[in-house]
Structure formats: structure tokens, C-alpha cells
């Protein structure tokens, strides 16, 4: 008789039996009648070509193949339990290999926490994380070298799907040497005759024009005399009285003491952090992710809007007191 033939249920029948020893005791442990379960236990043996119990009219034992076979049985058994829970884990996203590209910028932003929060939610997951910029990122993204990015101001992107979740207003980014620094709002108009520093366009297009629509919004386009790879570099050679500079609120976090930031009147574009993978992309570990990361980035933004809230009452109380 072919091996073939061999089923799990034969093995969880005959694991009964052998320690049971009773076929009238395996059986309503199994739910099942006794002449079923003798049948294949039969079948069993008859597969395997050896007897695996002495069966007499006082007691069943096992043979010596029959006992060597039980560990074998349990260990089958064992492993294919193991194996139908590791499919279930992977199928939920709680196992896999995740590649995943992030703009540095973004690490100023509540991304560092929603890597952290996916990292506890899924310790098995293999997170493979690579900083860049949204151009190399979307073109990984398409090459399938990654499984989902972070991008700053992606936009639409043939072949991804693009989800923005976190939104933030452009400031002015001056030397304190500058005329007009330590107030808390200009105009972009202000800027005109100053030299930029900036990052080179072929990091990402729209990333790039955002905050130069905002200076052409009054009429000109900036003087970018200096590119810098990443806004760290940028801030510093602002600092050190090479230009000014326009760039997301959040590298008000990194600004030293030789720089100075400032919201822009009357602006309206804003900045955007987005989530984007491949089109059609259905793995459960990417899926596991959009989730961590809508909730914990728009988690971020109710706070924010409550400390907005908080802090407009705390200076209007200010102004009746003064008043």
C-alpha cells in the first residue's frame, strides 16, 4: 500500500491508542465509535507493513515499531501544528519580511513612533529599514526592492498607491543675523532679493516645488545659490549666513541657536507625510503597517490640535488679563 494513502488522522488515532492502550478509551476520546477506530488502526498497520500493538483479549501494547512510531507520530503531528500556526501568523502579519524606505525628515515626525509601536506589535516581523529621499524611494518601491515607504510630498506616483497622514505648514528658515529674524510670521515676499539654500529638485519633484510655489505665489522665484543633501546641512549653513532657506515646520526641532524660524502669513500649502506601496500589494505585513501607521500618525494629529486649542485659550486668557 502506497505511503500516500498515510493521513494525520491516522496518526492522531493511533497516538490515542498507544497511550490510552485501550481501544474503548480512544475512542470516546476521539468522539468516535470503536469498530472505526479499530478499522483504522488496521489500515494503519497495513500501511506501514508491521503490526504496531499486540492486541489480546486482556490488553493492547505496543510493538517495538509501534513505540518508536508514537514519538515519530507526535513529532509529525508537533510540526505540522507548528507549521498551520506559522502560515495563520504570516497570513495576520505577525511574521514576514517588511522593506521599508523613510525621508529623514520624517524622523521629526511621529514616524520614529509608529516604527517603534509596529516593532512591539510584531516582534517577528524581520524590519528592514533605508533612509533616502522620495524620488529613490518611490523608484525602489517599483523595482520591488521595497515593500512600503515614507515619502515627504510624493504625490501621485505611477504604480503606487499614495497615502497621505500627516500634514504640516512651510517656515521661514533665516540666520539670526538676518533682518527680519525673530519675528514670528513674514511674508514668503519678504524673501525675494535673499539667496536659498535648498535641496537639489531630483529628490523629489513635488517635495521641491511645494515651497517654491510659495515665493511664486508673490512673484518670484527663488535664488538657490547653495543645494544640500539633507535639512540638518541645510539649518547649518543657513546658520552660517549662506541664505535662508524655506522648509516643513518640524526642523523647528533641529534649529540651533544660530537660526531662526518663522510661519508664513497666508500660506496655504502645506506639507505632506505619505505611506506608499506597490498597487495591488496584499501582504498582510504591509497591511499590519498602514494600520500602525494611520492610528498612531493620526493619533498625533488629534494632540496636536488639542495643544493648538489649549495654547490659543492659555494667550487669549493672557490678552483679557492685560487688557
Known sequence: ??????????????????????????ANRLHIAQPPLSQQIRRLEEILGYPLFLRTSRAVRLTAAGD????????????????????????????????????????????????????????????????SYTSGIAQSLNRGALD?????????????????????????????????????????????????????PTAGALA??????????????????????????????????????IAPACVRQVAGEDVSCAALRGATVMSDIELAFRRGEDRAVVHALTVVARENFHGSARERVIAASVSNAKKASRRRANR
Not at 497516538?15 to 490510552?20: G, M, N, P, Q, S
Not at 500556526?85 to 521629526?108: K, N, P, Q, T
Not at 518670484?220 to 546641512?233: G, H, M, S
Open 68 to 131: 518508536i512510531f508514537l514519538e515519530r507520530a507526535r513529532r509529525t503531528l508537533r510540526n505540522v501544528r507548528e507549521d498551520v500556526e506559522e502560515a495563520r501568523s504570516i497570513g495576520r502579519g505577525d511574521e514576514g519580511f517588511l522593506r521599508v524606505g523613510f525621508i529623514g525628515s520624517g524622523m521629526l515626525t511621529p514616524l520614529p513612533a509608529v516604527l517603534g509601536r509596529y516593532r512591539s506589535l510584531y516582534p517577528k516581523v524581520q524590519l528592514r529599514l533605508s533612509e
Open 208 to 245: 521641491y516645488e511645494k515651497p517654491i510655489s510659495l515665493c511664486e505665489r508673490h512673484g518670484f522665484r527663488p535664488r538657490i545659490v547653495q543645494e544640500a543633501p539633507q535639512w540638518l546641512t541645510i539649518l547649518r549653513l543657513v546658520g552660517a549666513g549662506l541664505g535662508v532657506s
Open 1 to 26: 500500500m502506497d505511503d500516500r494513502d498515510l493521513e494525520l488522522r491516522h496518526l492522531r488515532y493511533f497516538i490515542a491508542v498507544a497511550e490510552e492502550l485501550h481501544f474503548g478509551r480512544a
Open 148 to 200: 512600503a515607504g515614507f515619502l515627504r510630498d510624493g504625490g501621485p506616483i505611477e504604480g503606487l498607491s499614495v497615502e497621505a497622514l500627516f500634514s504640516e505648514p512651510f517656515v521661514a528658515v533665516l540666520p539670526q543675523t538676518h533682518r527680519l529674524a525673530g519675528r514670528a510670521m513674514i511674508s514668503a515676499a519678504d524673501l525675494r532679493d535673499d539667496p536659498f539654500v535648498f535641496f537639489a
